[in-house]
């Protein structure tokens, strides 16, 4: 469940201006030109400079340091990222360098490392509002959860309203398992900014997570009213309606969701079970079919469609289909990551 | 030191205050017993730490009072009780509220890495026995009736490795008898393929180990030991039909689910389908549990079935299934249709939204309240390490999940009392009723903590009766006998079985709560013999002595 991306948000850093001295006047004018370009929005032009520069002196100071920021307002973080270490390494105290590491490392959905980076920059510039965003979320998606609590909580000591950090925050407490939590965050968010996007969403999901399908119901109707073509908001209603007995409208939003997006699987499961539940068999079994071509890894669809057929007599159809249960849950199947002690280490769950 | 001792005051009457709850209908108090569970947890988490805690209640020296029995580790690399830390203890029940660790005298404080115990009077003596499953070794205790145990399990050849699978690690085991010979036999619930030397390591973080999924490990079969009646046992385990059924078993409960007169068993597996193994008669098992429902939940998940029960949740007189499993996969209920299937009912019985946050490992079947209704105590903690406890909760309290009739549940944790101790990486339980005032206790175990007796303080003043049964041309201890008690108009179902929760044994009277009935109107038992007998107009509150006629 993430929520935000980076981009649009990096209005952090003011572009480096920076005269080069003429020690060697080539490369001085190489870089001069290419910070007259950079400050003319002509970034591409502008690294052409830069690079020009760097051969003919990669020890002129700061050059590094806007050769990463020309890269950078192009979203090219990875190739942001060597000339930010370089300048960085040349001047481990250059806030905006390290602030700038950070960012590229998160554009490059290096988080940890991001994290790392950003937490250092925070350290010197503790009241800079969005840079400890992009550190809280940079903890949230390098699954540092402690750590990323802790500046998310900081943040709303100083903006109790702000809805994203709300959710961000929620979405901590959700990938530490702490749901009450969580909701409790999003249900702050949704009072803060009723319209902010996919809030309604976030705290529908929590709810239905938690079995309080009336709840989720309500709240992936609201973010339906905002967002009507949002197909995993209308396929959790429809879920949620399937599991709180409303049936008539689950089977309504889910031939809706099926319009939109026939690859979406969970609803070929859930029609599946409504259908096989109202006796519509044959349609229930294409469904169910229909889920296993979508994802035939997953053992629900086969177990649902094997007790399909036992209910309807087919014994052999059903035990084909208890057999691809029984395959999938084989060692072969299910242990890829088989690690050797001593070796780097597999996942946990 | 006015402060501390303060403070220590206002704690004590916060536990009273919390476990005095009177607005719960089912309440506990805590009471300390002299046991820490220590599995010899090492930062390289190597997955048998996780799964040690079996607990026993049973009555070693006939005396009329539950005593207590753990299982404990040992040394993880040398699977050895290196230390008196290490040692399974016995605790002999006093009769007034004291528990004395006879485990030295008593020759149980074992040798292994022990996980979980079975208590079953397999020699017909009078003397329950004790069959204590573990790490790549299991060993049987005989009773000697005198307050002593001898280690008979080279004798009874229940010990041997596997051919195909190498030395085997048992979580668990049900005594029951499977061919009605008036002999328990011995099933022997077996978890998973493990191996110090080529373990996977599995990295929760930078550094930071933890326990691995079950999918790391290979699955291995359950065995089934037929009593020759002369000490020793037959492995039938793959004449039976059991081997060719291998899983990652993780508690076994014995019911005979379809009335036919023969035992079945119910095996939870941890991340693969579960097992239903129908007692076709003649030894013989067929593996049941696609067709009928209960190899998988209801959402066709692979889910990390830990304890079960398996008894007559709604007094149809067709034994349910309880199991548990981890945070977010539900506590599961199958509920016995009474014609071979089951049908998943967790969402309707409330237990799906009650479950969803919690993560359990031992659950138990009982009438807490005595209200007729059987209720479901459930320890629970997670199986990952306290390092993990950023990501889940790891350390949970215990909940009762008290059953309002008609397959419909209500949790109860504060309400019951059951925090008035920390929360905990919980594992096995037993129950019964330990100071004979007509109300079930819990003994459960915890990781790296003190084990608790949750003494049952419920109020309302139900009646009860309890039945301790005396096989003679059935087995002694009238294991699978079936019990119906007609109280009030109202019929109520129960079978013997000891085996309980997870890795865990329960082996006093079968327990009923009988409302405001001070009187039963009839008794029905019907033994494994095929012997029915009868009992009319029983009063309540006693625990009645029944002896298989001959």
């Known amino acids: 469940m993430r929520l935000s991306a980076m981009k649009g948000a990096l209005v952090l850093l003011a572009l480096a201006a920076r005269l080069w001295p003429a020690a060697d006047p080539r490369a001085a004018a190489e870089a001069n030109a290419g910070l007259d370009l950079a400050r003319a929005g002509k970034y591409l032009e502008a690294i052409r400079h830069y690079r020009a520069a760097l051969a003919l002196d990669p020890s002129l100071p700061g050059l590094h340091l806007n050769l990463g920021l020309a890269y950078f307002k192009l979203n090219r973080f990875t190739d942001a990222v060597p000339s930010f270490e370089k300048a960085t390494k040349a001047d481990p105290a250059d806030f905006q360098a390290r602030a700038l590491l950070g960012m590229s490392y998160y554009g490059s959905r290096r988080f940890a490392d991001a994290a790392a980076q950003l937490q250092r920059a925070s350290d010197q510039q503790p009241d800079n509002t969005e840079l400890r965003f992009r550190l809280a979320q940079s903890y949230l998606w390098s699954q540092q959860y402690d750590a990323a609590k802790d500046q ?67 709240e992936f109707q609201a973010e339906l009213a905002a967002q009507p073509q949002h197909t995993q908001a209308l396929t959790y209603l429809a879920d949620a309606e399937m599991h709180g007995g409303d049936e008539a409208s689950a089977v309504d939003h889910l031939r809706q969701v099926l319009k939109l997006d026939p690859k979406i699987r969970l609803a070929h499961l859930d029609l599946g079970i409504v259908l096989a539940g109202r006796n519509e068999s044959d349609q229930a079994a294409a469904h169910f079919r229909e889920a296993i071509r979508l994802d035939p890894s997953k053992p629900d669809a086969h177990y649902r469609l094997g007790r399909l057929w036992l209910a309807m007599g087919r014994e052999a159809e059903a035990n084909a289909e208890f057999a691809e249960v029984k395959k999938l849950a084989q060692p072969e199947q299910l242990e890829p990551l088989v690690r050797i002690p001593g070796r780097d280490a597999g996942g946990t769950q | 030191m006015k402060a501390p001792l303060l403070a220590l005051l206002l704690l004590a009457a916060g536990w009273i205050a919390v476990g ?111 069959f204590v499953g573990g790490v790549h070794g299991n060993h049987l205790y005989h009773n000697n009736g005198d307050g002593t145990f001898t280690d008979v399990t080279a004798k009874a050849g229940i010990n041997r490795p596997d051919s195909q699978y190498g030395p085997l690690w048992s979580v668990g085991g049900a005594w029951v008898d499977v061919n009605n010979d008036g002999l328990l036999d011995l099933f022997v619930v077996n978890y998973l393929a493990w191996d110090i030397n080529t373990e996977p390591r599995c990295e929760a973080g930078p550094g930071k180990y933890d326990y691995c999924h079950p999918k790391f490990y290979k699955a291995t079969p359950n065995q089934l030991f037929l009593n020759n009646g002369d000490g020793t046992f037959r492995d039938v385990s793959a004449e039976s039909g059991i081997r060719s059924h291998p899983g990652k078993g993780m508690g076994v409960g014995i019911a005979d689910y379809d009335l036919d007169g023969l035992m079945d068993l119910f095996v939870s597996n941890d991340k693969v389908y579960n097992s239903l193994f129908h007692n076709k008669g003649g030894g013989k098992f067929e593996e049941v549990a696609f067709e009928a429902g209960v190899a998988l939940t209801e959402n066709g998940q692979f889910i990390s079935g830990m304890g079960v029960d398996f008894r007559d949740l709604d007094n149809d007189g067709y034994p349910d299934i309880a199991f548990v499993a981890l945070d977010n996969e539900l506590f599961p209920i199958f509920r016995n249709l009474g014609k071979g299937g089951f049908a998943d009912v967790t969402e309707s019985s409330g237990m799906a939204r009650l479950s969803a946050p919690m993560a359990g490992y031992s659950p138990t079947i009982a009438d807490f309240d005595n209200d007729g209704w059987k209720d479901v105590f459930i320890t629970r903690g997670h199986v990952q390490s306290l390092g993990y406890a950023s990501r889940v909760a790891v350390e949970q309290p215990n909940t009762i999940f008290r059953n309002l009739g008609g397959m419909k549940f209500q949790a109860l944790t504060a309400e019951a009392g059951l925090t008035a101790q920390p929360p905990k990486r919980h594992r ?54 079936r019990i119906k008690v007609v109280a009030g108009g109202a019929a109520q179902y129960n079978h013997v079985s000891f085996a309980a929760g997870y890795a865990s044994s329960s082996a006093g009277p079968v327990h009923f709560g009988l409302g405001r009935n001070a009187s039963v109107e009839s008794v029905e038992i019907r033994w494994p013999s095929g012997m029915v007998q009868e009992l009319k107009n029983v009063a309540a509150d006693r625990v009645i002595r029944v002896k298989e006629a001959e």
Do not use: C
């Open chain 2, 428 to 481: 096995g339980s037993a129950v019964g009723d330990l100071n004979h005032d007509g109300r079930l206790d819990v003994v459960a175990s915890a990781l790296s903590a003190p084990a608790e007796i949750w003494m049952n303080d419920s109020p309302g003043g139900n009646h009860w009766i309890e039945f301790a049964l005396e096989g003679t041309k059935s087995n002694r201890d009238g294991i699978g006998a």
């Open chain 2, 20 to 130: 005095q709850n009177p607005a719960s209908p089912i309440r506990f108090v805590y009471r300390p017993i002299d046991f820490r569970l220590d599995s010899s947890e090492t930062p390289e988490r190597h997955a048998p730490e996780t799964m040690a805690g079996g607990v026993a209640v049973f009555d070693y020296n006939n005396d009329g009072y539950l005593d207590i029995f753990f299982t404990n580790g040992a040394d993880i690399h040398t699977l050895q009780k290196s230390s008196s830390k290490y040692f399974n203890r016995l605790f002999e029940n006093d009769g007034k509220g004291n528990f004395k660790d006879v485990t030295v005298k008593a020759g149980l404080a074992g040798m292994g890495f022990d996980n979980g115990v079975a208590v079953g009077d397999y020699d017909n003596d009078g003397y329950k026995d004790l």
């Open chain 1, 152 to 218: 998310f909580q900081s943040l709303l000591l100083k903006n109790p309203d702000s809805a994203p950090v709300h959710m961000l925050l929620g979405e901590v407490l959700d990938a530490a398992n702490q749901e009450e939590q969580a909701t409790a965050e999003f249900e702050a968010a949704v009072k803060a900014s009723p319209r902010e996007p996919e809030v309604h969403f976030g705290l529908g999901y929590l709810y239905w997570k938690q079995k309080r399908f009336d709840e989720a119901g309500r």
